[in-house]
């Protein structure tokens, strides 16, 4: 990977922000719009383990409240990734990735700023 990647949602002010930081840094930046291709298994599977399930999941969502939330302490990471890919609506947004793997949730938008330090 040598771009860097924001898993963006243009509906999104956090994610519009978030998007505006890394336009103003020098840098390759691919952009996907992850209710129309989401994160693959890998991505998410890191990103649940590096930055938390509280972090990467939209509770507020009916698929969250319908599926997930009463079974969130027991269920497996495996089946949370699929339900993530099937709804992507439940992924929190943006994550951005940086090239050498390092991943922060835009969640303030100044959270990305680390991944250039």
Same mark, same amino acid.
């Given at each position: ?9 243009? @509906?999104?002010?956090?994610? @519009?922000?978030?998007?505006? %930081?890394? @336009? ?8 996907? @719009? ?9 991505? &998410?599977?890191?990103? *649940? ?7 990467? *999941? ?9 599926? %997930? ?5 027991? %269920?497996?990471?495996?089946? &949370? ?33 680390? *991944?250039?330090?």
């Amino acid at each position: 990977m040598s771009a860097y990647t924001i898993y963006h949602n243009a @509906r999104c002010s956090k994610s @519009r922000l978030t998007l505006r %930081i890394l @336009r103003r840094q020098d840098i390759e930046l691919d952009i996907v @719009r992850y209710l129309e291709t989401p994160p693959s298994r890998e991505v &998410l599977a890191k990103a *649940l383990k590096e930055l938390g399930r509280e972090t990467m *999941l939209r509770k507020g969502e009916d698929v969250f409240r319908d599926q %997930i939330r009463y079974r969130f302490k027991n %269920i497996q990471d495996d089946e &949370l990734i699929d339900l993530m890919i099937e709804n992507p609506e439940i992924i929190e947004r943006p994550l951005v990735v940086a090239p050498d793997g390092r991943m922060a949730m835009g969640r303030p938008p100044e959270n990305v700023e680390k *991944l250039f330090a």
